[in-house]
């Protein structure tokens, strides 16, 4: 049966983890009070006697609560020492932890914090074996929709699907201009009109509509969303994000004919469900996108040796666009 009094927060989805985090810090500094909530991190608990911190009991008042940021350690935990010293203080940490946990009074709550946590590791296997877990994933699709419409409900469906294509599933962002547009419109709706005119589209949201052309084998839109990209950003980086679009497309393909699910896809190529929708249904053109792909990948090798047309940028700039305009149905 999980421990109560060990907590372990966990998942990608930070608003949603961090928002639990702080009312779970206001709740019971309002019952127990501030002076008997303590948050440490792996800086504060090199610094410190660990063990002592985690199993003196409570001094004045009922209970304790001792918050441990980023506890379990991520996978990709940096610091500004060399990574065996790294390495070796924070197991030195975890091994720590791991003895305390079986002897923290019960009078003490400890709460791990940790959105990505390194699994391998023998302190994330014991809290999921012993604590009380929550664990914040991201939103599906579906469950998206319905928290934005919940946040706002009198947006339409045209105005919905573009607000989710602006912000790219990103939960901060959509936080954000969920408030923007909650100021904006209070009563009356909001439509695609007011999304465009009240969030600005990222990168993301650029490429994506580029690359949505591009399955759809809509060379004229294609051009155009080209066009609108280049003049604000880099081509190198368009190029290669579009590349790396296009191999996904690919490889999603791929996994499908050989019966793979959905989710399944999804998960192991990473990619967002509201793309991959848009994927699945150009996925008869995979033979034409598949020549696109060839086409890019000697566009980058002819561009690096000096063989495009033009100098540099140029050459890249006019290849790319030359192959998608030659982009046809048929």
């Given at each position: 049966?999980?421990?109560?009094n060990?907590?372990?927060?966990?998942?990608?989805?930070?608003?949603?983890l961090?928002r639990?985090?702080?009312?779970?810090i206001?709740?019971?500094?309002k019952k127990?009070?501030?002076?008997?909530?303590s948050?440490?991190?792996?800086?504060?608990?090199?610094?410190?006697?660990?063990q002592?911190?985690?199993?003196t009991?409570?001094?004045?008042?009922?209970k304790?609560l001792?918050?441990?940021?980023?506890v379990?350690?991520?996978v990709?935990?940096?610091?500004?020492?060399g990574?065996?010293?790294?390495?070796?203080?924070?197991?030195?940490?975890?091994?720590?932890?791991?003895?305390?946990?079986?002897?923290?009074?019960?009078?003490?709550?400890v709460?791990f914090?940790?959105?990505?946590?390194?699994?391998?590791?023998?302190?994330?296997?014991?809290?999921?074996?012993?604590?009380?877990?929550k664990?914040?994933?991201?939103l599906?699709?579906s469950?998206?929709?319905?928290?934005?419409?919940?946040?706002?409900?009198h947006?339409d469906?045209?105005?919905?699907?573009?607000f989710?294509?602006?912000?790219?599933?990103?939960?901060?962002?959509?936080e954000r201009?969920?408030?923007?547009?909650?100021?904006?419109?209070?009563?009356i709706?909001?439509?695609?009109?007011?999304i465009r005119?009240?969030i600005?589209p990222?990168?993301e949201?650029?490429?994506?509509?580029?690359?949505d052309a591009?399955?759809?084998?809509?060379?004229?839109?294609?051009?155009?969303?080209?066009?609108?990209?280049?003049e604000?950003?880099?081509i190198?980086?368009?190029f290669?994000?579009?590349v790396?679009?296009?191999?996904?497309?690919l490889?999603?393909?791929?996994?499908?004919?050989?019966?793979?699910?959905?989710?399944?896809?999804?998960?192991?190529l990473?990619?967002?469900?509201?793309v991959?929708?848009?994927?699945?249904?150009?996925m008869?053109y995979?033979?034409?996108?598949?020549?696109?792909?060839s086409e890019?990948?000697?566009?980058?090798k002819r561009?690096?040796?000096?063989?495009?047309?033009?100098?540099?940028d140029d050459?890249?700039r006019?290849g790319?666009?030359?192959?998608?305009?030659c982009?046809?149905k048929?």
């Amino acid at each position: 049966m999980p421990r109560s009094n060990i907590v372990f927060f966990t998942g990608t989805n930070h608003v949603f983890l961090r928002r639990d985090l702080d009312a779970w810090i206001d709740i019971f500094a309002k019952k127990y009070g501030e002076y008997n909530i303590s948050r440490l991190d792996k800086d504060s608990m090199i610094k410190i006697n660990l063990q002592s911190e985690l199993l003196t009991p409570v001094f004045l008042g009922e209970k304790r609560l001792i918050i441990l940021e980023d506890v379990p350690f991520s996978v990709n935990s940096k610091d500004h020492e060399g990574i065996d010293d790294l390495d070796s203080k924070t197991n030195d940490l975890e091994l720590s932890l791991i003895q305390s946990l079986d002897h923290i009074p019960t009078t003490t709550i400890v709460l791990f914090v940790s959105s990505e946590p390194d699994k391998r590791k023998m302190l994330y296997k014991k809290l999921i074996a012993e604590a009380t877990v929550k664990e914040y994933a991201h939103l599906e699709w579906s469950a998206l929709k319905e928290y934005i419409r919940k946040k706002l409900p009198h947006i339409d469906m045209n105005g919905l699907v573009r607000f989710l294509e602006y912000t790219w599933g990103d939960m901060n962002r959509i936080e954000r201009e969920i408030d923007k547009l909650a100021l904006y419109k209070q009563e009356i709706w909001i439509t695609e009109e007011d999304i465009r005119a009240t969030i600005m589209p990222n990168i993301e949201t650029s490429i994506f509509n580029l690359t949505d052309a591009l399955f759809a084998l809509d060379n004229a839109l294609a051009y155009k969303e080209c066009i609108n990209i280049l003049e604000t950003h880099n081509i190198h980086y368009v190029f290669s994000s579009l590349v790396s679009t296009l191999r996904n497309f690919l490889y999603a393909q791929k996994l499908i004919s050989m019966n793979y699910e959905p989710s399944q896809v999804q998960s192991l190529l990473k990619i967002h469900p509201y793309v991959f929708e848009k994927m699945k249904k150009n996925m008869k053109y995979s033979s034409r996108i598949r020549v696109l792909f060839s086409e890019l990948i000697l566009l980058d090798k002819r561009t690096k040796t000096g063989e495009g047309i033009g100098d540099g940028d140029d050459a890249l700039r006019i290849g790319l666009e030359k192959s998608i305009l030659c982009l046809q149905k048929s």
